[in-house]
């Protein structure tokens, strides 16, 4: 569907990073720089709790940077500049899993976020599950049931939970990066706030571990 003129004006009035990037189109490279400065840890972030691999990440975000500058010359605002990134990350990332000969356990680490905290990838998994300990957690023992939980989810709720809890997206953000309705998206969201308690609860109310949850 082609982009009208009144929505790509609309954009480029609401969104600062869109501005950018029409000065990426003209060829601005100190644009293109600040765009990589705001949105390079942001897209890896993402990227590594997807695939689980940080070397991979790292990667997969040089390769969406080189896909947008490529695209430059093309590009007409249609959507947030975060939601059009993020929707070329979404491709990359599937195009990258779906090319493994085999899937390795992903390792999906957990990164200490220093004295103030939980780790923000634990806070995540709990607030997407709606659960809260009702016991004393040993951080260890939670980032390990973290990381079983959210490996546990299939590719598409994890993509979904990972841009609304850290890029904190709208359903219709999602939509349009997933390319998928809202309905879908609000289904995916609520399958996997399910799968992640029910791997969660068990150990936050009981301390007992599952063996594995429903994909």
């Given at each position: 569907m082609s982009i009208t003129e009144s929505t790509a004006r609309r954009y480029e009035l609401q969104d600062p990073d869109v501005r950018l990037m029409l000065s990426v189109r003209d060829d601005n490279a100190a644009a293109f720089d600040e765009l990589m400065v705001r949105y390079q840890d942001r897209l890896i972030t993402v990227l590594d709790h997807l695939t689980g691999r940080r070397d991979l990440a790292e990667d997969l975000a040089q390769d969406v940077f080189l896909r947008v500058y490529r695209a430059r010359k093309r590009y007409v605002p249609g959507a947030k500049f975060s939601t059009w990134l993020f929707?070329?990350?979404n491709h990359v990332a599937s195009n990258a899993l779906r090319s493994r000969s085999r899937r390795p356990e992903l390792n999906l680490d957990s990164r200490a976020s220093g004295p103030m905290g939980?780790?923000?990838l634990d806070q995540m998994a709990l607030a997407a599950s709606g659960m809260m300990p009702a016991r004393q957690i040993d951080k260890a023992e939670l980032r390990e049931m973290v990381r079983?939980?959210?490996a546990n989810?299939?590719?598409?709720q994890r993509m979904a939970v990972l841009l609304?809890?850290?890029e904190d997206m709208s359903y219709a953000?999602?939509?349009t990066t997933m390319e998928l309705s809202q309905e879908a998206v609000k289904s995916l969201l609520m399958r996997a706030r399910v799968n992640l308690r029910?791997?969660?609860e068990p150990y936050l109310t009981e301390g007992s571990v599952p063996t594995d949850i429903k994909g």
């Open positions: 929707t070329i990350a939980a780790n923000p079983s939980a959210l989810l299939n590719e598409r609304n809890k850290f953000d999602i939509a029910e791997v969660l």
